[in-house]
C-alpha cells in the first residue's frame, strides 16, 4: 500500500493533508509596516534616551524605530519590527548586529540580513548627532 492509498483509506484526501499539516501554525502573522517620513528628534540627556550615550546600547522610540550606538560609537535606526512575522528586534553589543529572538534572524547594522529566516531588510534610517541630539530620517 503506497501512502496515497493509505491516505484514502483514512479518508484523508491531499487537500486535508495540508489542512492538517498547518494546524495551529501555518498563518504568517502580519508585519506592521516601517515608518515612514521620519523626522525625529531625540534628547541624549533625557532618562529614557541616556543610555544611548554608552557605546552598545540602544532604545525604541515609540513609533516603531530602534536606534542603537554600535561598539565603535556610530549611531544607526532601523525600523524594529522583523521583516519575517514582525516581532520587536534588539541591538546585540556582543555581535554588533539586530537580532530578532523569534526565530533567530539576524541583521547588520544597516538592516541587511545577514541570516534568516527573515528575507528581507530592516528599513534603515538616517542618524545624525549634533551635541546631545540626535536627528532621525528616512
Ligand atoms: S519574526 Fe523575526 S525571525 Fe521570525
Given at each position: ?6 491516505l ?15 494546524m ?12 515612514s ?11 529614557t ?13 515609540g513609533n ?75
Open positions: 500500500m503506497d501512502r496515497k492509498e493509505f484514502s483509506q483514512l479518508g484523508i484526501g491531499a487537500a486535508g493533508l495540508v489542512l492538517f499539516g498547518c495551529g501554525g501555518c498563518e504568517k502573522e502580519s508585519v506592521p509596516a516601517s515608518p517620513n521620519v523626522n525625529l528628534t531625540i534628547d541624549l540627556t533625557s532618562t534616551y541616556s543610555k544611548l550615550l554608552t557605546p552598545g546600547q540602544f532604545a525604541y522610540t516603531g524605530i530602534i536606534v542603537a550606538q554600535t561598539t565603535s560609537g556610530d549611531y544607526i535606526a532601523v525600523s524594529q519590527y522583523c521583516t519575517h512575522e514582525g516581532v520587536t528586534v534588539v541591538f546585540e553589543s556582543t555581535k554588533n548586529d539586530f537580532y530578532c529572538s523569534a526565530h533567530n534572524s539576524r541583521f547588520n547594522t544597516s538592516g541587511a540580513v545577514q541570516s534568516g529566516p527573515a528575507g528581507s531588510a530592516l528599513k534603515q534610517y538616517t542618524v545624525t548627532k549634533n551635541g546631545n541630539t540626535l536627528t532621525i530620517k528616512g
